[in-house]
């Protein structure tokens, strides 16, 4: 299906989204939050994948404020890091949250939309998952290997529908320390559960990246697709 159009809500204009859509409908959608590389080949993939498994996939652009259709591949140099890494620090991450609470209004009211939207994002897409858990009305969001999550768990109060958090042991950008902050931070709260994937660095879910770790993310997918099935139907 070829990309939509959304418009935000600040009226500064519109961004794409990529969007695969499921054999059958009604059905659930789930917005999916990139990574650093922009709505790329991965993130399409991840989409189609969702779609496969009976939801509506929805994946904005979040870029698009800086440069719209950024593509970027993670495993073709050095190059590629930097300008990721430049387009993720220039990201105004609230304008970003905004933008995906868009998403996820537009992707109620689709065509073959039952209705119910859950988030999943990757990396910082795991880091903007847990905040549309604390600052928007999605029925259920999940995270996989989210970046500086510690900082952020005085919002941890707002969580009022299920997260889930899936954590690489090994996660060169999550240390120890921040990830014991982070599982004491959110202990009782009932709307969270976090899960630790023992050997494994971060990116472990990325078929074919370097991080790939096949048990793993199949164990989290799981969890996953389970969350999903019994929150959007």
């Known amino acids: 299906m070829p990309d939509i159009r959304i418009a935000a809500t600040d009226g500064k204009g519109e961004f794409a989204a990529y969007v695969a859509m499921p054999k059958q409908t009604p059905a659930g959608a789930v917005v999916m939050i990139q990574e650093i590389f922009g709505v790329n080949r991965t993130m399409r993939a991840l989409s189609d994948w969702v779609a496969d498994m009976g939801f509506i996939a929805v994946s904005p652009d979040l870029f698009w404020r800086q440069e719209p259709g950024v593509q970027l591949d993670p495993d073709a140099g050095q190059d590629q890091w930097d300008k990721a890494f430049k387009l993720m620090q220039g990201m105004d991450q ?14 109620r009211k689709m065509q073959g939309a039952n209705g119910k939207v859950g988030t999943m994002g990757f990396c910082l897409g795991g880091r903007l998952a847990y905040l549309m858990a604390t600052r928007s009305d999605a029925d259920c969001n999940v995270s996989y290997y989210g970046v500086g999550l510690e900082g952020l768990l005085g919002e941890a109060g707002n969580i009022r529908a299920p997260l889930i958090l899936h954590i690489a042991e090994k996660d060169k950008f999550v240390p120890p320390e921040a990830q014991a902050k982070i599982l004491e931070g959110l202990k009782g709260n009932r709307h969270v559960s976090c899960y630790v994937y023992p050997g494994v660095d971060h990116a472990f ?10 048990r793993a993310a199949t164990i989290a997918n799981g969890r996953t697709a389970e969350l999903l099935a019994r929150v959007l139907g």
């Open 94 to 107: 609230d304008k970003a949250i905004e933008d995906l609470k868009a998403t996820v209004a537009h992707a």
């Open 205 to 214: 879910a990325r078929m074919g990246g370097h991080a790939w770790d096949a």
